[in-house]
């Protein structure tokens, strides 16, 4: 859980500029939405589950996005991993996916 919720806190960083980059063209200033495929995340961001044992040493710098959320900055949503877009990209591709993305074996 420790590497996810890091993860997030990066991913909010990084949304936070996108979100100021699309406020400066659009006027606009909506919630950003970051898709999480781990649920023990978005509750610990969400402070729906207090620390436990395995939690409370994660840095203090990470619970950024728990301000993000506090500011409605960012919003999360749960998403399943098999529709986890992103997941193609740091992931072991399998069935139809190669497909999609033209892969295919190479035997010697």
């Not at 950003?32 to 995340?41: A, E, F, V, W």
Request: net charge neutral; proline share 3%.
């Amino acid at each position: 859980m420790e590497a996810e919720y890091m993860a997030l806190s990066a991913a909010s960083q990084e949304a936070l500029w996108w979100r100021g980059f699309r406020a400066e063209l659009l006027g606009r200033k909506e919630p950003i939405t970051i898709y999480c495929d781990n649920r023990s995340t978005i509750c610990l961001a969400e402070k729906e589950i207090g620390y436990s044992p395995r939690s409370k040493h994660i840095d203090v710098r990470h619970h950024f996005v728990r301000e993000q959320l506090e500011n409605h900055t960012i919003e999360l949503k749960y998403i399943c991993s098999g529709n986890q877009k992103a997941d193609a990209l740091t992931k072991p591709v399998h069935g139809q996916l190669k497909t999609v993305f033209g892969i295919s074996e190479i035997h010697s």
